[in-house]
């Protein structure tokens, strides 16, 4: 089965997500998302970063964080994420050996 990723320019990614494009810029510099690739100078994104930035305009709105801000929360929350797993996968594996 194919996989299919979805694409936007940065006029798309805006309508789509409601940031403006100085706000886009911001979050690119500050890696809260990066473009999928550029093209011809111009940054394209995937779906994926729509999720991101979603996720970040609720912590905007719900938290009231300025985008740096938004930016560690991201970055917290995806290790916590991260650790969460290693520790189930820790925890099967351990749950082998005394099993």
Do not use: Y
Request: aromatic share 6%.
């Amino acid at each position: 089965m194919a996989q299919v990723t979805v694409t936007f320019t940065v006029s798309e990614f805006c309508l789509h997500t409601g940031v403006s494009e100085e706000d886009l810029q911001e979050i690119v510099g500050l890696g809260v998302i990066e473009p999928a690739r550029i093209q011809a100078e111009q940054w394209i994104f995937d779906d994926r970063a729509v999720t991101v930035v979603h996720r970040a305009l609720r912590l905007r709105r719900e938290l009231a964080l300025d985008w740096p801000g938004i930016a560690v929360t991201l970055t917290l929350l995806e290790e916590n994420e991260r650790l969460k797993q290693e520790n189930r996968l820790l925890l099967q594996r351990l749950s082998r050996f005394t099993g």
